[in-house]
């Protein structure tokens, strides 16, 4: 199994900046896809990025292309979203996953979940 811890999160103003860092333990998340979610109270927890394994290929939601960075250091076994221009639709709960195959957007596939990180974009 592998164990998921995320951080990073807080308060930011708009068009700020944060770095969520995912950080696994268990297993080496270089057999894994990996992907970053969020979540509002109420809603569904919606995709907001994906990665390969060796980290050569991403998927971003068209609501923070340009925006955000998924990356990965396999070596450290850790996960990473760098948000910019931080907008108060970003305020989310934030999630890192994993699974095992190829990259997907959709949460129900992924097999490995964090506890989340709260991200607050706020005046």
């Known amino acids: 199994q592998v164990q998921l811890v995320e951080s990073g999160g807080g308060l930011v103003q708009p068009g700020g900046s944060l770095r969520l860092s995912c950080a696994a333990s268990?297993?080496?998340?270089?057999?894994?896809?990996m992907g970053w979610f969020r979540q509002v109270p109420g809603k569904e927890r919606d995709f907001v990025a994906t990665?390969?394994?060796?980290?050569?290929?991403?998927t971003y939601a068209d609501s923070v292309k340009g925006r955000f960075t998924i990356t990965r250091d396999n070596a450290k076994n850790t996960l990473y979203l760098q948000m910019n221009s931080l907008k108060p639709e970003d305020t989310a709960v934030y999630y890192c996953?994993?699974?095992?195959?190829?990259?997907?957007?959709?949460?129900?596939?992924?097999?490995?979940w964090g506890q989340g990180t709260q991200v607050t974009v706020s005046s």
């Open positions: 996953a994993a699974r095992v195959g190829v990259r997907n957007t959709d949460a129900r596939l992924y097999d490995y």
């Open positions: 268990g297993r080496t998340i270089s057999a894994y896809a």
């Open positions: 990665i390969s394994t060796l980290g050569g290929s991403t």
